[in-house]
């Protein structure tokens, strides 16, 4: 099950507080009227379904640190990074969770951005998720990523 705490469209935020079986995401819209809530990808890794976003990370696979952020984390592929739950917050805020692009088209525009206003290479990754504290239509919010493939183009 894939516990979703929030969500926001149209500049509302919407508390959900509910747990979907991963295959149904994609059908969630439709049986819960959501028509809005914009479609989640998932993955099936080792017999089980998650979520699925795109994570761009610097060359060294560190986060980006845009918005002021300080709190930079180093990832590594095909493992679980989990934020401290001391670090979490639910909801859209900035901070207390990890962001991930909700398309490829997201990370792509994320990635040009980063290349183009700071200067340095990144790199874009899909990554499994676990819980999704908030997601909006270009954004999710999680507790935990995987990153396990990198997209290169």
Known sequence: ???????????????????????????FRSYRGLEKLPVIDIINLNGKDYPMGYKVVTEDLKSLGLRRNSNIIAYSINEWCYLPKNKIKEGPDDWGGIWVARTLSNAKTLKKYYEKNHLKSARVFKAALDEILHFNSYRIKTNSIMMFEEIKW
């Open 1 to 27: 099950m894939v516990k979703i705490h929030s969500y926001s469209i149209d500049k509302k935020v919407y508390n959900l507080k509910c747990e979907v079986p991963p295959e149904e995401l994609k059908s």
